[in-house]
T-cell receptor, first 109, second 116 residues
């Protein structure tokens, strides 16, 4: 079966750095996405990785290792507004998005 | 840009009635739209894939007669929850895919449905 694992919840301090991991087992791979979702709102796109390596976009970076079926989202200089759920999703061989359950990130002052 | 508008943002309906949710791509043509359902503290669950001008493809376990999907134009898809019951209360989200090769899914703002 297809499976995407990410931690259920993480806590970090304002101004710090946090890394949210995602491991996946899917039938084929056509890219990995990270989305941010605030409570009661729809997800918003953060990043897309299809090749191995690190993609940096401002305070957020995303890393991919296809051989290991592994990705992480790195958030730097954490702000209170970063408190949200972070969803990892993989596009499989049918170009269908398979979603992880999301990681709830709690930022403390 | 790529804006997807979903309406209404929230709706309360009585058990047994039907509710229609609209999903519009405002500044691009969407050949494919996706409908998701999300229960509290859970991830997105794909309900169906909607292609313009053809019948929707439903995921296993989703009742096509209960969740009617229409994708009549390149900018509009609708989801109708028929004979709604309290267990249908959920957050429904649509996303749209541009024509051609496009990696990112563009989401509507979601609809909170409460059936009383």
């Amino acid at each position: 079966g297809q499976n995407i694992d990410q931690p259920t919840e993480m806590t970090a301090t304002e101004g710090a750095i946090v890394q949210i991991n995602c491991t996946y087992q899917t039938s084929g791979f056509n890219g990995l996405f990270w989305y941010q979702q605030h409570a009661g709102e729809a997800p918003t796109f953060l990043s897309y990785n299809v090749l191995d390596g690190l993609e940096e976009k401002g305070r957020f970076s995303s890393f991919l290792s296809r051989s290991k079926g592994y990705s992480y989202l790195l958030l730097k200089e954490l702000q209170m507004k970063d408190s949200a759920s972070y969803l990892c999703a993989v596009k499989d061989s049918n170009y269908q998005l398979i979603w992880g359950a999301g990681t709830k990130l709690i930022i403390k002052p | 840009g790529a804006v997807v508008s979903q309406h209404p943002s929230w709706v309360i309906c009585k058990s047994g009635t039907s509710v229609k949710i609209e999903c519009r791509s405002l500044d691009f043509q969407a050949t494919t739209m996706f409908w998701y359902r999300q229960f509290p503290k859970q991830s997105l669950m794909l309900m169906a894939t909607s292609n313009e001008g053809s019948k929707a493809t439903y995921e296993q376990g989703v009742e096509k007669d209960k969740f009617l999907i229409n994708h009549a134009s390149l900018t509009l898809s609708t989801l109708t929850v028929t004979s709604a019951h309290p267990e249908d209360s959920s957050f429904y989200i649509c996303s749209a895919k541009k024509t051609g090769f496009e990696t990112e899914a563009f989401f509507g703002q979601g609809t909170r449905l409460t059936v009383v």
